[in-house]
């Protein structure tokens, strides 16, 4: 939980200086090839051993690095003396969550028992974005365990229209009705 707290903070202080310097997409691009560079396991572990002097970090950094602002090398930087390169992953995820929010787009996953083709993710796509006034954009996933219908996640907001919920829900219903 600090860790997601802390890859909130650190994202929405990236995104304040983007939108100031109106550079959205290209810190997006940065945080990504951070989020590539420091997300492999072995260089991680580099970067968080005490007994490596932070110049041989830095100089790594710089080689696997190239070519993004020096904002972004500076976050890289800071991230790995404040021993914090395991939150770089939800930095980029919250920051994209961020940036697409300010482009009016919001994300949905969609679960269904058996896979959907494109034309009803498209007509699910577009009925979501109707009611939700901006533009959805889902992912999709199977799980046979929800019977049939579907749940949908957007945001912290959960839909569950699958056949076991709609039981579980009969179920209650009828629980406090005999009481």
Known sequence: MARRASARRHAQAVFEIALERDELEGWREDL???SDV???SLFSLYL???NIPFKDKEALLHERLEGISQLAM???HLLVVKGRVRITEGITSEYERLVDACYGIEHAEV???IPIDDVQRERIAQGLSEKRGKRVVLSTRVDPDIDGGL???IGDRLIDGSTKGKLAQLRRDLIGAAR
């Open 32 to 34: 990504r090839k951070v």
């Open 111 to 113: 679960t269904t028992a």
């Open 48 to 50: 968080e051993a005490p």
């Open 74 to 76: 500076n976050l890289a």
């Open 38 to 40: 420091m997300g492999d």
């Open 151 to 153: 749940v949908i996640r």
